[in-house]
């Protein structure tokens, strides 16, 4: 089954832009993930699905801000002109025949 | 407006049973994967079950296989999760999900607000 790997912590400064990547394991390295976003005491939100050309689709209300692309295994979120309410917990998902699968999510801290 | 709302959580004893709800709104309910996500105090996302869209397909996370049973009744547009010999280990926020991609309803795309579940003597 796939195995997602992501960073624990990132942090950035109010308005610039941070990049969250999120690692697929060996033989899934095609596979779509999705990024959620879950603010303090909050349920989670979808962000966007991203595939593995790097197209990316978004969920409804997700801010131009947000943006996904992808390069071999790696799936990445990018947070540009970051916000106070961007600093949350992100998580992949990613899924196939017998399961679905999160990373262990990256707490983004905004400076 | 397409929302989830779960119900029936609470403190049960272990080895107890409880089932939850997931109220389905604004949206064609009977055409999607719905699953069961759940995330222990200060943990990070759990998947516990998928269910296709007619109900007669279902998986489980093998920490809750032969425990939980996911089901569905598209008329009532209402999601289930039957959940039996609890463990402390299953303390958890409980979500309901809705898929959205592939064959399998990968990419959750709109979530409950969740509902909590403890299991403790």
């Known amino acids: 089954q796939p195995v997602l790997t992501q960073s624990s912590s990132a942090s950035a400064s109010l308005g610039s832009s941070v990049k969250l990547t999120c690692t697929l394991s060996?033989?899934?390295?095609?596979?779509?993930i999705a990024w959620h976003q879950q603010q303090p005491g909050k349920a989670p939100r979808f962000l966007m699905k991203?595939?593995?050309?790097?197209?990316?689709n978004k969920g409804s209300g997700v801010p131009d801000r947000f943006s996904g692309s992808s390069s071999g295994a790696d799936r990445y979120l990018t947070i540009s002109n970051l916000q106070s309410e961007d600093e949350a917990d992100y998580y992949c998902?990613?899924?196939?025949?017998?399961?679905?699968?999160f990373g262990t999510g990256t707490k983004v801290t905004v400076l | 407006e397409v929302q989830l709302v779960e119900s029936g959580g609470g403190l049960v004893q272990p080895g107890g049973s409880l089932r939850l709800s997931c109220a389905a709104s604004?949206?064609?309910?009977?055409?999607?994967?719905m699953h069961w996500v759940r995330q222990a105090p200060g943990k990070g996302l759990v998947w516990v079950s998928r269910?296709?869209?007619?109900?007669?397909?279902?998986t489980y996370a093998d920490s809750v296989k032969g425990r939980f049973t996911i089901s569905r009744d598209n008329t009532k547009n209402t999601l289930y999760l039957q959940m039996n010999s609890l463990r402390a280990e299953d303390t958890a926020v409980y979500y309901c999900?809705?898929?959205?991609?592939?064959?399998?309803?990968?990419?959750?795309?709109?979530w409950g607000q969740g509902t909590m579940v403890t299991v403790s003597s």
């Open positions: 991203v595939e593995g050309s790097g197209s990316y």
């Open positions: 998902e990613t899924w196939d025949s017998n399961t679905h699968v």
């Open positions: 999900a809705r898929g959205t991609t592939g064959t399998y309803g990968g990419a959750f795309d709109i």
């Open positions: 604004g949206f064609t309910f009977s055409t999607y994967w």
């Open positions: 269910i296709n869209s007619d109900g007669s397909s279902r």
């Open positions: 060996s033989g899934h390295s095609t596979y779509i």
